[in-house]
């Protein structure tokens, strides 16, 4: 699992989306929040990453640890800390669903962000 994270983030930091191939399933879904439609398959995957990132001289450091993996299912967290002229942090975490060869068939994201409330406000 932890060699998995690492092709992730390796495939985040170069240029353009051809490792994307050696870690998703070609009809993997992606789901970057747990109330957001999940993008379906590794083309509308790619046009994804190339719409969210900065690109591979994008600066940040990616710690994670696996939390949880039980048959085909992982849980991982993981905290981002990007640095540049406005630095940011998030923590996450990542549920994947694997295909027997090790790669994702499914990654549903919940991000976190410092000095946001996470509590639901009742009427």
Same mark, same amino acid.
């Given at each position: ?9 390796? !495939?985040?930091?170069?240029?353009? %989306?051809?490792?994307? !191939? ?6 993997? %879904? =992606? &789901? &970057? ?5 999940? +993008?379906? *398959? ?7 990453? /190339?719409?969210?990132?900065? *690109?591979?001289?994008? /600066?940040? &450091? ?10 085909? %299912?992982? +849980?991982?967290?993981?905290? +981002?800390?990007?640095? *540049?002229?406005?630095? &940011? ?10 295909? #027997?060869? *090790? ?7 919940? #991000? ?5 409330? =996470?509590?639901?406000? =009742?009427?």
């Amino acid at each position: 699992m932890d060699a998995w994270v690492v092709e992730y983030e390796r !495939a985040w930091r170069a240029p353009g %989306t051809d490792l994307l !191939a050696e870690i998703f399933t070609s009809d993997a %879904t =992606y &789901q &970057q929040a747990p109330y957001r439609a999940p +993008v379906a *398959g590794l083309s509308a995957i790619a046009r994804m990453w /190339e719409a969210e990132r900065h *690109g591979p001289d994008e /600066e940040f &450091q990616l710690t994670s640890r696996v939390v949880a993996v039980d048959g085909d %299912t992982a +849980v991982v967290r993981v905290e +981002v800390r990007y640095g *540049g002229s406005v630095p &940011q942090e998030y923590r996450d975490l990542w549920i994947l669903r694997f295909d #027997p060869n *090790g790669k994702c068939r499914a990654f549903e994201e919940w #991000p976190f962000w410092p000095d946001k409330s =996470y509590r639901a406000d =009742y009427l």
